[in-house]
């Protein structure tokens, strides 16, 4: 296979370079999951993408190809469907709060996936967090179906869930910067439609095509500006959260812009350590849930199925969470 005329189209800078069809991207980025382009071809690929920008059309071809090479999931039992955390950025200044996230959705009994890296490259990742809190992550996809039946929790690797795309991931410490990998995994899809994926946006601009691909695919999930790249709500300060269904995406909370009158009591620092500690205080009522994961909370037992209409998923986190919340509206 030829990838000379690929590099051709993709490779001529930010003005002058034109999109793949969706077709070619599918073939492409199969390829690339593969192993099979040669190191230049592959380094070509990736810096023209990355000049360029991906198109709506290449993604969907990115991920059409990514999803023939996920592995997939049955539906576990729980009060809804199943919330999928991506967790691929780790914290670097502000703690890193996807464990509780996805604890507090395993309270209500909703089913979570959480998928991502071990190594954190300097960063502190989940899967540090969540070892500190006795969570470890599983070795398959198998385990993880498990997990989530038993015990309605499985933090599973990127590299059992798609090899290929994790080894695509692993380039940017080879090459020193992002790829397509890095905005994919945010966006995949274990249940084929069926969960609710939590879509964290690393970038303002990038919200509109995540919310594009979302919608074409006709999938389930929250959308919002990731804090540092993770999936849970800026505790600090609210972002605009929108749930995308059937194709359309409502708005469930718009972000705050407002200055803050009190800062929330958050980790002292973002080490696992600290933020397990913080984490588990909040778990057990000793001191308040920050009002912006409380109401990202409500989104997703509405977005799940778990309560009715979203008035009474607020509702059930004022009240069977009291104790834990400064407040919610």
């Known amino acids: 296979m030829s990838y000379g005329h690929y590099i051709k189209e993709i490779g001529r800078g930010a003005q002058g370079a034109r999109d793949l069809s969706q077709e070619d991207a599918r073939q492409l980025y199969a390829a690339m999951l593969d192993g099979g382009v040669p190191d230049l071809e592959l380094g070509a690929l990736i810096l023209g993408l990355r000049v360029k920008g991906e198109s709506l059309d290449e993604m969907l071809g990115f991920l059409a190809a990514t999803d023939e090479r996920t592995h ?88 059992a869930l798609c090899p290929g795309i994790h080894n695509l991931l692993s380039l940017r410490a080879r090459m020193g910067v992002r790829n397509s990998a890095h905005s994919l995994v945010k966006l995949l899809d274990p249940f084929r439609g069926e969960a609710v994926l939590v879509a964290p946006a690393t970038h303002p601009d990038f919200i509109e095509l995540m919310r594009n691909i979302m919608q074409v695919r006709g999938q389930r999930g929250l959308l919002l500006r990731g804090t540092e790249g993770e999936p849970y709500a800026n505790a600090k300060r609210r972002p605009r959260l929108e749930h995308v269904h059937d ?83």
């Open 72 to 159: 997939q999931f049955e539906m576990p039992h729980g009060r809804g469907r199943p919330v999928v955390l991506p967790t691929y950025n780790g914290a670097r200044k502000e703690a890193n709060l996807t464990p509780l996230l996805a604890l507090l959705l395993q309270r209500f009994g909703v089913p979570v996936l959480v998928h991502g890296l071990i190594e954190g490259y300097g960063r502190v990742t989940s899967a540090h967090i969540f070892r500190e809190l006795d969570v470890l992550p599983v070795a398959s996809v198998l385990q993880a179906q498990a997990g989530l039946d038993e015990k309605g929790l499985a933090f599973l690797p990127l590299s």
């Open 247 to 329: 194709g359309v995406s409502d708005i469930l909370f718009e972000a705050e812009h407002e200055s803050l009158r009190t800062l929330p009591n958050l980790p002292e620092a973002a080490d696992a350590a600290s933020t397990a500690r913080w984490i588990r205080r909040v778990l057990d009522k000793q001191i308040p849930l920050p009002k912006p994961i409380a109401n990202q909370l409500a989104c997703l037992l509405f977005a799940s199925g778990y309560a009715e209409d979203f008035n009474q998923a607020k509702a059930i986190v004022a009240v069977e969470a009291t104790g834990m919340l400064t407040g919610s509206n």
